[in-house]
């Protein structure tokens, strides 16, 4: 069974930075891309970041781009969201997700599993 969890999120100042974390088990990390979307509060969940089976190709969305870096750890299984230059409008619960297929990987149906979430509170 494939499990995904999440850590690292918490209340930060804007202009504070965080690590997320979300770490993997049940089948072979390394075959697969993985994701990061969030979901704030009365809104409907989005894309943020995803990264390839090899963590040689990576995309943002562009409310993200250049603050936030989507990278991964193989070899301990562990899928990272370095986030800097954080904003209110950072607020949200964070999800890790699995892919199941090649592809964008910006869209939910691509990925087969999904974290619990953590939340990321930025407060002004």
């Known amino acids: 069974q494939v499990q995904l969890v999440e850590s690292g999120g918490k209340l930060v100042q804007a202009g504070g930075s965080l690590r997320l974390s979300c770490a993997a088990s049940g089948r072979t990390f390394s075959l697969y891309g993985m994701g990061w979307f969030r979901q704030a509060p009365g809104k409907e969940r989005e894309f943020v970041a995803t990264i390839n089976w090899s963590g040689g190709s990576t995309y943002y969305a562009d409310s993200v781009k250049g603050r936030f870096t989507i990278s991964r750890d193989n070899a301990k299984s562990t899928l990272y969201l370095q986030m800097n230059n954080l904003k209110p409008e950072d607020t949200a619960a964070y999800y890790c997700?699995?892919?199941?297929?090649?592809?964008?990987?910006?869209?939910?149906?691509?990925?087969?599993?999904w974290g619990q979430g953590t939340q990321v509170t930025v407060s002004s």
């Open positions: 997700a699995s892919r199941k297929n090649a592809g964008s990987g910006r869209t939910e149906s691509e990925y087969d599993y």
